[in-house]
């Protein structure tokens, strides 16, 4: 299927505003990682803790923001997800691993004092195991007269638990139990005695990753994103000619120099899911680059006579139909993923749909101009070598 036939657009001819735009977006990422000391990165690169607290109503984020800085020896940074959920990410940064366990002890101390009831005695329900709950219910009932025993008061424990995390892992008010199976009204009475729920919900899904495995995944990422890059290159020195492994790395390096900076310049972080994303674009970007250069290697050898930029705009022009296909059809389908793939997503999502338009135009407009730019160099030193040469022999 062709959606363009016959086209004779001037590319190369166009090459010098998609040059400059790069030039830019390169130096304001550069300037961006400069001010800011590098890119932002996530827990799993950092070394640190990760909280996800859910409320019941709108998160107080500023409350939470100012009470955890106050605790904290560092400032914590308190997030929201973009999804419009009541959920919000707790960080914290520590220099080792016994300094991030008291951090996570101190944000669990202190959401409890701040929304929490810890000076009436009670247990809480929205943060707490079911193994507590049957440990703080077994005498109470034994006084109040139920007659179950340490199992049976486990199961019935097992129970509440399960109610709470089947709606989303917070209840309301105890009076929501009564939908428990074999919870009776003598044990609601207890219950209210004994318990309580928090307007929230903490410390069930907490990342904890140290320093020093934090640097060794960057670094890991790193070697992973090198190794691959080099092993193109290493490729299509082979298939093609060295200038044009060069020109398609330099243009992938283009493309993820681009993405990095984009990211600071928005001031997303970069994890684990956009080092992945990073790595399905260089090996994206470098197949839409090798299919542009074979065509420009079967038609320099059809045609011997042209010049290599027309060669490159008549190869550009036969496969620009496929280009748009297959990079219209995988940004529509990561586009979705950004628009309606949630938080855990975003990150993956953004640099994807960020590296399919860099990519594309960099394959057109930054990985053909270097190999046209080298051949033109190279040209123009083979004949001005001649000219040197008798004037030499004539003086």
């Known amino acids: 299927m062709e959606l363009f036939k016959n086209t004779n657009f001037?590319?190369?001819?166009?090459?010098?505003?998609?040059?400059?735009?790069?030039?830019?977006?390169?130096?304001?990422?550069?300037?961006?990682l400069g001010i800011k000391g590098g890119p932002k990165y996530g827990i799993e690169f950092k070394g640190g803790m990760?909280?996800?607290?859910?409320?019941?109503?709108?998160?107080?984020?500023?409350?939470?923001?100012?009470?955890?800085?106050?605790?904290?020896?560092?400032?914590?940074?308190?997030?929201?997800?973009?999804?419009?959920?009541?959920?919000?990410?707790?960080?914290?940064?520590?220099?080792?691993?016994?300094s991030l366990g008291r951090n996570r002890q101190i944000v669990v101390d202190t959401l409890a004092k701040t929304f929490g009831q810890p000076g009436s005695g009670k247990l809480d329900l929205n943060?707490?195991?079911?193994?507590?709950?049957?440990?703080?219910?077994?005498?109470?009932?034994?006084?109040?007269?139920?007659?179950?025993?340490?199992?049976?008061?486990?199961?019935?424990?097992?129970?509440?638990?399960?109610?709470?995390?089947?709606?989303?892992?917070?209840?309301?008010?105890?009076?929501?139990?009564?939908?428990?199976?074999?919870?009776?009204?003598?044990?609601?009475?207890?219950?209210?005695?004994e318990s309580y729920v928090a307007p929230y919900t903490a410390a069930r899904d907490i990342e904890i990753v140290g320093p020093k495995v934090g640097a060794d995944l960057r670094q890991q990422a790193i070697n992973a994103t090198l190794l691959a890059l080099g092993g193109m290159l290493v490729y299509i020195w082979f298939r093609f000619?060295?200038?044009?492994?060069?020109?398609?790395?330099?243009?992938?390096?283009?493309d993820t120099l681009i993405t990095i900076g984009i990211f600071s310049l928005m001031d997303k972080?970069?994890?684990?899911?956009?080092?992945?994303?990073?790595?399905?674009?260089?090996?994206?970007?470098?197949?839409?680059?090798?299919?542009?250069?074979?065509?420009?290697?079967?038609?320099?050898?059809?045609?011997r006579k042209e010049t290599l930029q027309d060669v490159i705009n008549r190869s550009v022009n036969q496969t620009l139909s496929r280009t748009i296909m297959t990079s219209g059809l995988t940004f529509l389908a990561v586009l979705s993923l950004f628009l309606f793939g949630g938080p855990v997503l975003h990150g993956f999502s953004l640099a994807l749909v960020i590296g399919i338009i860099i990519g594309t135009y960099s394959?057109?407009?930054?990985?053909?101009?270097?190999?046209?730019?080298?051949?033109?160099?190279?040209?123009?030193?083979?004949?001005?070598?001649?000219?040197?040469?008798?004037?030499?022999?004539?003086?």
């Open 10 to 32: 001037d590319f190369l001819g166009y090459k010098w505003p998609f040059i400059i735009a790069s030039l830019v977006l390169t130096a304001a990422g550069f300037v961006s």
């Open 50 to 98: 990760l909280m996800t607290v859910k409320f019941a109503g709108t998160p107080p984020v500023e409350q939470v923001r100012q009470v955890l800085t106050s605790a904290l020896a560092s400032v914590p940074t308190v997030q929201t997800f973009e999804n419009g959920s009541n959920e919000i990410v707790i960080g914290t940064e520590g220099e080792n691993d016994n």
């Open 127 to 193: 943060n707490s195991s079911s193994s507590a709950l049957a440990s703080r219910l077994l005498e109470p009932l034994q006084r109040a007269g139920v007659q179950l025993s340490q199992v049976e008061v486990e199961k019935l424990s097992a129970s509440v638990m399960q109610y709470r995390d089947e709606r989303g892992g917070l209840l309301t008010k105890i009076d929501d139990l009564k939908a428990v199976p074999g919870l009776t009204q003598q044990v609601l009475t207890v219950l209210n005695q």
């Open 241 to 254: 000619e060295w200038i044009y492994g060069v020109g398609a790395v330099l243009a992938v390096f283009h």
């Open 269 to 303: 972080e970069i994890t684990l899911t956009v080092i992945a994303s990073l790595l399905t674009l260089v090996g994206y970007s470098m197949n839409d680059t090798i299919v542009i250069f074979d065509r420009i290697r079967e038609n320099l050898q059809l045609n």
């Open 363 to 395: 394959s057109v407009f930054v990985a053909s101009p270097l190999v046209l730019f080298w051949h033109n160099w190279a040209d123009g030193r083979k004949k001005k070598a001649p000219a040197v040469a008798g004037a030499k022999a004539r003086s």
